[in-house]
């Protein structure tokens, strides 16, 4: 009787032991919050030439994010003026909420964690950034254009990466895409 007695009272005192492991493990990790994902509905390249002359603007909407609406980019083809050097700003929005959500801010507030990366493809500009987030990485939410050859023509992506805890300021680098778009743009004179 007596290992039955001894036998019961270790189960209950190792019983007792996991539970305060336990209690005190989870008391002690709070949890990370959950960072969501934003909804990007919107993304506008507003592109300001320095020195003079006609303001460009891109503008990308995908009223349903990945749903089944087609995505509107407008114009069609964008036309810089060779030689010209543009000022880049982006905005970008979640347009499906009531008011609209202004989502720059909160890439502005994360910049430590999200890189754009500009990929240029059969056209002649040159891309340059010009903010940078608290460990000298840049950010791309200002950017400087500089168009080259006339009568080049191609495209210009324009990648999000959301990087936390990871970004180092290479293209794509590690991550997931917020949002990915393709403008086409031509150099006339």
């Given at each position: 009787?007596?290992?039955?007695?001894?036998?019961?009272?270790?189960?209950?005192?190792?019983?007792?032991?996991?539970?305060?492991?336990?209690?005190?493990?989870?008391?002690?990790?709070?949890?990370?919050?959950?960072?969501?994902?934003?909804?990007?509905?919107?993304?506008?390249?507003?592109?300001?030439?320095?020195?003079?002359?006609?303001?460009?603007?891109?503008?990308?909407?995908?009223?349903?994010?990945?749903?089944?609406?087609?995505?509107i980019t407008t114009p069609l083809?964008?036309?810089?003026?060779?030689?010209?050097?543009?000022?880049?700003?982006?905005?970008?929005?979640?347009?499906?909420a009531t008011p609209a959500e202004?989502?720059?801010?909160?890439?502005?507030?994360?910049?430590?964690?999200?890189?754009?990366?500009?990929?240029?493809?059969?056209?002649?500009?040159?891309?340059?950034?010009?903010?940078?987030?608290?460990?000298?990485?840049?950010?791309?939410?200002?950017?400087?254009?500089?168009?080259?050859?006339?009568?080049?023509?191609?495209?210009?992506?324009?990648?999000?990466?959301?990087?936390?805890?990871?970004?180092?300021g290479s293209c794509p680098g590690?991550?997931?895409?917020?949002?990915?778009?393709?403008?086409?743009?031509?150099?006339?004179?």
């Open positions: 009787m007596k290992n039955n007695t001894n036998f019961v009272v270790n189960a209950i005192a190792y019983s007792c032991l996991l539970l305060f492991a336990s209690l005190f493990y989870s008391c002690s990790e709070d949890p990370e919050p959950v960072n969501e994902e934003e909804l990007i509905t919107t993304l506008i390249v507003d592109l300001t030439p320095t020195g003079g002359g006609d303001n460009v603007q891109l503008r990308f909407f995908d009223e349903d994010g990945d749903g089944a609406i087609d995505p083809l964008a036309q810089l003026t060779t030689g010209k050097t543009y000022e880049a700003v982006l905005t970008l929005k979640n347009e499906s202004d989502v720059t801010a909160e890439i502005e507030e994360e910049k430590n964690d999200h890189l754009f990366c500009f990929s240029v493809t059969g056209t002649d500009i040159t891309i340059g950034y010009n903010d940078e987030d608290s460990n000298g990485n840049p950010v791309g939410l200002s950017t400087t254009w500089t168009a080259g050859n006339a009568g080049s023509a191609g495209e210009v992506k324009i990648t999000l990466r959301h990087q936390p805890g990871t970004k180092d590690s991550g997931d895409t917020d949002i990915e778009v393709t403008f086409n743009v031509q150099i006339v004179d």
